[in-house]
């Protein structure tokens, strides 16, 4: 691995790091279209390496700040985890059984849904 891909990668783990401990987002917003675009990976490998960085206890220190803090549920945190593994599951299996445009389209309309919400929202 060259040192602009390492800083590349170091970058966009800071920024994804930052992001999802001030919103709770960073993987699928961030991680992977930085992926794609700025180390040229395709839809599934950054989908792929995306869901790596989750296994690691990544947001371990931002956990701890909002249970600090009281704003963090962990009833709902265990429950959405154990059925997120299910869904994560069902979900790869499904991503790679596409073509890798329709699985960017899919995504990119969610983004786009998500974004519409969350500025015209209430």
């Known amino acids: 691995m060259d040192v602009n891909t390492l800083l590349v990668l170091v970058l966009i783990g800071?920024?994804?790091?930052?992001?999802?401990?001030?919103?709770?987002?960073?993987?699928?917003?961030?991680?992977?279209?930085?992926?794609?675009?700025?180390?040229?990976?395709?839809?599934?490998?950054?989908?792929?390496?995306?869901?790596?960085?989750l296994l690691l206890p990544v947001g371990i220190l931002a956990v701890m700040n909002y249970h600090r803090s009281g704003n963090l549920d962990w009833r709902a945190a265990l429950i959405i985890g154990g059925t997120f593994v299910i869904g994560a599951y069902f979900g790869s299996k499904l991503s790679l059984t596409l073509p890798p445009t329709t699985v960017k389209r899919i995504f990119g309309g969610v983004m786009i849904i998500a974004a519409i919400k969350l500025i015209f929202g209430k």
Request: charged share 0%; glycine share 24%; aromatic share 8%.
């Open 14 to 53: 800071v920024l994804a790091g930052v992001l999802s401990g001030f919103v709770g987002v960073g993987g699928g917003i961030l991680i992977v279209p930085a992926l794609m675009w700025g180390l040229g990976f395709t839809q599934h490998q950054a989908i792929g390496t995306s869901l790596g960085v």
